[in-house]
Nanobody, 123 residues
């Protein structure tokens, strides 16, 4: 059974850090593109970052220099390290898998989604 499970969300103060995890079962992440998206209340779900099977990455301009995506093939898990968090980073964060080989920023390209994890940045 194909499954993606996110964890690591929580409440953090502005300027703080969090690391999100996306653990996969039923398929091997390093064969595909794995992306992170986020959805704030009242807003569309937006692309945050993704890593391809080859290890290439792409980031939304709003998170460049602050967020880092990585993958542990042995654990079949993708991580999102988030530093220098801002209140505008508050959202539900979702990981998703795209069976293609090239990174897409379009959510409709992604085939499987996790259930999401809440990140709240507030003092």
């Amino acid at each position: 059974q194909v499954q993606l499970v996110e964890s690591g969300g929580g409440l953090v103060q502005p300027g703080g850090s969090l690391r999100l995890s996306c653990a996969a079962s039923g398929f091997t992440l390093d064969y595909y593109v794995t992306g992170w998206f986020r959805q704030a209340p009242g807003k569309e779900r937006e692309f945050v970052t993704a890593v391809s099977w080859s290890g290439s990455t792409d980031y939304a301009d709003s998170v460049k220099g602050r967020f880092t995506i990585s993958r542990d093939n042995a654990k079949n898990t993708v991580y999102l390290q988030m530093n220098s968090l801002k209140p505008e980073d508050t959202a539900v964060y979702y990981c998703a898998v795209d069976y293609s080989t090239a990174i897409s920023k379009e959510r409709h390209e992604y085939n499987y989604w996790g259930q999401g994890t809440q990140v709240t940045v507030s003092s």
